[in-house]
């Protein structure tokens, strides 16, 4: 499933209907289109809440990826950086003249030919050249879903991300933040040493997002 603004107020009930039917599915955000619309970040939340609640009534139903972040991550200080796709690096896209492109989004095809000769400046195997630094203090960073190559046509640097998509994420992992806690607090009164990592990381997000994003309710 692909998330727009147009589709988003039923995204809840999309993905519940397709899980009934058996499917397995992810959604995962539009690029390259106007998020910067009145409402958008509340609607989201709220599909995600309604999600969630759906959920915590059918704890047998396996969640979907939008709420299944493993937030623990956020803990990790020595994780490595971590690219969110296999761009120029596990993935490349060939031309009709055999030239090789980092992937579909770097070709002529999307992009002017002048910009596609500049890719020779940027360096795709090396991870540290992806990292966005307005990001580096988030500790959703590793999690965050993003586009080089649509990055790199709106900004024409490939590690630069959406400052919209940016505050999407930002809502779904509060929704996650709130829905994993409701999770470990009906869990059984007796919790594991992975229980309170959990715990901490959920605390740490929340702190961090809720200090950085003034749009978006606690």
């Given at each position: 499933?692909?998330?727009?603004p ?22 995962n955000?539009?690029?390259g289109i ?7 970040l ?5 599909q995600?809440?309604?999600?969630g ?5 059918t ?15 956020a ?5 490595p ?6 761009t ?7 031309d ?5 492109y980092?992937?579909q989004?770097?070709?002529p ?12 400046e ?16 988030c500790?959703g ?7 080089y ?16 998509l940016?505050?999407l994420f930002?809502v779904?992992l509060l ?6 806690m ?10 594991g040493?992975?229980?309170c ?16 994003n ?5």
């Open positions: 499933m692909t998330i727009s147009e589709t988003i107020a039923s995204l809840s009930q999309g993905i519940i209907a397709l899980q009934k039917r058996g499917f397995l599915l992810s959604a955000f539009a690029f106007d998020w910067d619309i009145p409402g958008v509340e609607e989201f939340s709220s995600l809440r309604l999600l609640q759906h959920y915590l009534n704890p047998n139903l396996k969640q979907h990826p939008l709420l299944d972040l493993r937030l623990e991550v803990l990790n200080e020595c994780h950086p971590r690219r969110w796709c296999g120029g690096k596990y993935m490349v896209s060939y009709v003249d055999g030239t090789p980092p992937c989004m770097f070709t095809l999307v992009l002017s030919s002048e910009e596609s000769r500049r890719l020779t940027f360096e795709f195997d090396n991870e540290d050249s992806l990292e966005d630094p307005k990001c580096l203090n500790p960073r590793y999690l965050c879903p993003t586009c190559g649509f990055s790199f046509k709106a900004t024409g640097d490939p590690a630069i991300r959406d400052n919209a940016c505050q930002r779904q929704e996650n933040c709130r829905f994993q409701l999770e470990l607090t009906r869990q059984k009164p007796n919790y040493r992975r229980d990592i959990k715990a901490k990381a959920i605390l740490d997000i929340h702190k961090y997002v809720c200090s950085q003034s749009r978006v309710e606690e």
